[in-house]
T-cell receptor, first 111, second 117 residues
Framework: KAGVTQTPRYLIKTRGQQVTLSCSPI?????VSWYQQTPGQGLQFLFE???????NKGNFPGRFSGRQFSNSRSEMNVSTLELGDSALYLC??????????FGEGSWLTVV | DAKTTQPNSMESNEEEPVHLPCNHS???????IHWYRQLPSQGPEYVIH???SNVNNRMASLAIAEDRKSSTLILHRATLRDAAVYYC??????????????????FGQGTILTVHP
């Protein structure tokens, strides 16, 4: 069974640009969550979507947004990129809430 | 979310058992104890979870103190592939479709486990 798939795996953007990251959850999983991982702050929860609705949101500025489509695929967008947004962005999906499955992440570098 | 405390790092030799401790003195009666690990250059991976009783699965065992203020993740025979950061996480139910904890994990700093050949 295919795992959580994230694209692109690596990307470089310039300050002020915006970026869209994509996530395909495991088939049958309706919950998709996003996390940011940096050396300084560790793993931090961004937001969660379930059946196209945002259920939960972490403590991040409004520049970070996301959405979920009817096929459970999800995208997250970061606008007006800052150097501090350089991070590994992880997507995770879950079927029952007990076990959460993570993708390998998208490495974003902002220059 | 209630807070957990883990040692920053631990070391083990290959094929020896490893006991990774976690303190959670402010755990509530309904909080579940979850463990995830993150191997280098990968996303976190679910290991095990429990509420009150000790739990076993193919990856590890989870021993929970009687007062639930601490728990220990046990790797019975460490391999080089077990070298990772191990996170002990408390999760509040309900884990239902309407629950706000459904897809949310609050990670601490975790324990870096080094396994020596």
């Amino acid at each position: 069974k295919a795992g959580v798939t994230q694209t692109p795996r690596y990307l470089i953007k310039t300050r002020g640009q915006q970026v869209t990251l994509s996530c395909s959850p495991i088939s049958g999983h309706r919950s998709v969550s996003w996390y940011q991982q940096t050396p300084g702050q560790g793993l931090q929860f961004l937001f969660e979507y379930f059946s196209e609705t945002q259920r939960n949101k972490g403590n991040f500025p409004g520049r970070f947004s996301g959405r979920q489509f009817s096929n459970s695929r999800s995208e997250m967008n970061v606008s007006t990129l800052e150097l501090g947004d350089s991070a590994l962005y992880l997507c995770a999906s879950s079927r029952d809430g007990n076990t959460i499955y993570f993708g390998e992440g998208s490495w974003l570098t902002v220059v | 979310d209630a807070k957990t405390t883990q040692p920053n790092s631990m070391e083990s030799n290959e094929e020896e058992p490893v006991h990774l401790p976690c303190n959670h003195s402010t755990i509530s009666g309904t909080d579940y104890i979850h463990w995830y690990r993150q191997l280098p250059s990968q996303g976190p991976e679910y290991v095990i979870h429990g509420l009150t009783s000790n739990v076993n699965n193919r990856m590890a065992s989870l021993a929970i103190a009687e007062d639930r203020k601490s728990s220990t993740l046990i790797l019975h025979r460490a391999t080089l592939r077990d070298a990772a950061v191990y996170y002990c996480i408390l999760r509040s139910p309900p884990f239902t479709a309407g629950g706000t904890s459904y897809g949310k994990l609050t990670f601490g700093q975790g324990t870096i486990l080094t396994v020596h050949p």
